[in-house]
């Protein structure tokens, strides 16, 4: 009886220390990554003005927007340089003559040294609004555009 003890607490630890190994070794950053860039209409003489979104975790529940003068896929830009949006909500954008809309539920900074061919309005809206627009894709009559 007591070998068989032994037996199963030795058969045991190793199960723990294989799991545990496993757990830090294995490459989870890549378990959901997806990015997406997307370049507005420019006008001559203006640097292009492109929104991008990663979202990335175990179940795609972390997600940061950008609207960066550069496409490159570097989400860690100084704040001073483009606008930031953190968390995992849904936003949207509306291009209207000079004016670029962005629809979102948390604003951002304006970046000091961002240059952009539109003047750059956040339009800042409470929970129950953004689910208006989202239910029966409200956001489409109105003519605004879903970042994904």
Do not use: C
């Not at 070794?25 to 203006?46: A, M, R, V």
């Not at 795609?60 to 930031?84: H, L």
């Amino acid at each position: 009886m007591e070998k068989r003890r032994i037996f199963l607490l030795s058969i045991s630890i190793v199960v723990i220390l294989a799991a545990i190994a496993i757990y830090f070794n294995w490459d989870n950053k890549n378990d959901y990554f997806q990015t997406t860039i997307t370049k507005l209409p420019s006008k001559k003489g203006y640097p292009s003005v492109f929104i991008k979104r990663m979202v990335w975790g175990l179940t795609g529940d972390k997600q940061v927007i950008v609207i960066s003068n550069t496409d490159n896929k570097n989400f860690k830009a100084p704040k001073s340089n483009e606008y930031v949006y953190e968390g995992l909500f849904e936003m949207f954008y509306k291009i209207q003559r000079d004016t670029l809309f962005i629809y979102t539920l948390i604003s951002s900074p304006v970046p000091n040294k961002f240059s952009a061919p539109y003047k750059i309005v956040q339009v800042e809206l409470n929970n129950p609004e953004l689910m208006d627009l989202i239910e029966n894709d409200k956001y489409k009559q109105l003519g605004l555009i879903k970042i994904e």
